[in-house]
């Protein structure tokens, strides 16, 4: 494994082996709580898929959740940070994944309040850090998963939210995740790069 940055920890068994898989699916923030059940989904259904997980484990990141699918012969974790532009040049230089499927985040709406330059660091920067990576290295695929947040908020007798409610962020997380939506439909828009959005709701 070449050193990379801010790599602390590739799991890779064997190089070779990987190399003979169909597809490289790289998972961002694959350690926290719903990227980790997409991350076991992954490598336990698709043995014939490279599963990179790409994580900075912050306070919400464990690789306890992840643990059930740590030695499996098609899963890589790799320790880092999407705001860190060598680091992910580095990893899609050395893998070249075929997809992107983009969870992580800085999650917590209490917390963007109290400190929301994280938030914008980390959603809106390190978003398009690897939407740059994306349209430079030719990903045939990003999912990026994004909330309902961006939507605002219900009251009791509101219409749902549908796919084209005006966008109505009430807190610096759901800003920081509807500046990221956007950037990923320009990005799309401006280098045809073929994305999927998910707003998944609560
Ligand atoms: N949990 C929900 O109810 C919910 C609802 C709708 C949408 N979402 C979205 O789904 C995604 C995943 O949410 P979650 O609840 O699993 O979040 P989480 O906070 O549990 O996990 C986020 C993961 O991202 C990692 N991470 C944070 N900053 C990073 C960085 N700079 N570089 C690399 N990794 C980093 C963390 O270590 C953590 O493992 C987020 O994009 C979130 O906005 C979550």
Known sequence: ???VSSVLLDTVKDKNMYMTLDKTILITGGAGFIGSHVVKRFVTQYSNYHIINLDKLTYCGDLENVKEVAHSENYTFI?????DTNFLKNVFEEYTPNSVIHLAAESHVDNSIDNPNI???TNVMGTCNLLNMVNKYGVERLYHVSTDEVYGALGMDDAPFIETTPYDPKSP????KAASDHFVSAFGNQFTI?????????
């Not at 997380?173 to 920081?176: T, V």
Request: net charge neutral; glycine share 8%; charged share 10%.
């Open 119 to 121: 938030f914008i660091q």
């Open 79 to 83: 320790k880092g940070d999407i705001c």
């Open 173 to 176: 997380y759901s800003a920081s």
């Open 194 to 202: 073929n994305y999927g959005l998910m707003l998944w709701l609560h």
């Open 1 to 3: 494994m070449q050193v």
